[in-house]
């Protein structure tokens, strides 16, 4: 059975500091992988997707990492920002379904 | 472009009454179609999913059920609420021949 592990659980920092988040995995037989970023009382908005056969991904400040293999992956922030304060979760794909991670809570302070 | 509904945005239901909860999608057809739940402190949990109309595969027994009608339709059902069912309904999509997946703006429940 997959499960899908996110580390830390909260991240509070101030601006300006370079992130990493965290997330395994423990069956490697994934599709793809994708991290999404959710405000509070709102929907899931997709940051990136990185297939099985890629390394990483990169749009903007956001850099996704995918160590299949080793079931890991990683979402590095660049220059954080107090707009990036959010829950950032991440899901592999396994057939049709997702099964996601529980989410870092990240704060950003000013 | 592709976009997704959900509506209502907001519910508040006493415990045994009936619920139903609708998704739609423009712009795209024929897509894969996701209800998932999420609870106070608990992560994603899928519901039910669709790959074409009329067809439902479940995830978790429990008191609900979906229907897809329509090809870019789904609805979330339950003939009388528990108290557990409260929490934060989301709605997705995703194309066959795309592989990223997209939310909607989810419904709020509470059940009293």
């Known amino acids: 059975k997959q499960e899908v592990t996110q580390i830390p659980a909260a991240l509070s920092v101030p601006e300006g500091e370079n992130l990493v988040l965290n997330c395994s995995f423990t069956d490697s037989a994934i599709y793809n992988l994708q991290w999404f970023r959710q405000d509070p009382g709102k929907g899931l908005t997709s940051l990136l997707l990185?297939?099985?056969?890629?390394r990483e991904q990169t749009s903007g400040r956001l850099n996704a990492s995918l160590d299949k293999s080793s079931g890991r992956s990683t979402l590095y922030i660049a220059a954080s920002q107090p707009g990036d304060s959010a829950t950032y979760l991440c899901?592999?794909?396994?057939?049709?379904?997702?099964?996601f991670g529980t989410g870092t809570r990240l704060q950003v302070f000013p | 472009s592709q976009t997704i509904h959900q509506w209502p945005a907001t519910l508040v239901q006493p415990v045994g009454s009936p619920l139903s909860l609708e998704c739609t999608v423009e712009?795209?057809?024929?897509?894969?179609l996701y209800w998932y739940r999420q609870a106070a402190g608990r992560g994603l949990q899928l519901l039910f999913y669709s790959v074409g109309i009329g067809q439902i595969s479940s995830e978790v027994p429990q008191n609900l059920s979906a229907s897809r009608p329509q090809d870019r339709q789904f609805i979330l059902s339950s003939k009388k609420l528990l108290l557990s069912d409260s929490g934060f309904y989301l709605c997705?999509?995703?194309?066959?021949?795309?592989?990223?997946?997209?939310f909607g703006p989810g419904t709020r429940l509470t059940v009293l």
């Open positions: 712009g795209t057809s024929n897509p894969n």
């Open positions: 997705a999509w995703r194309d066959r021949g795309y592989n990223e997946q997209f």
């Open positions: 899901a592999v794909r396994v057939a049709d379904k997702l099964i």
């Open positions: 990185i297939q099985s056969s890629q």
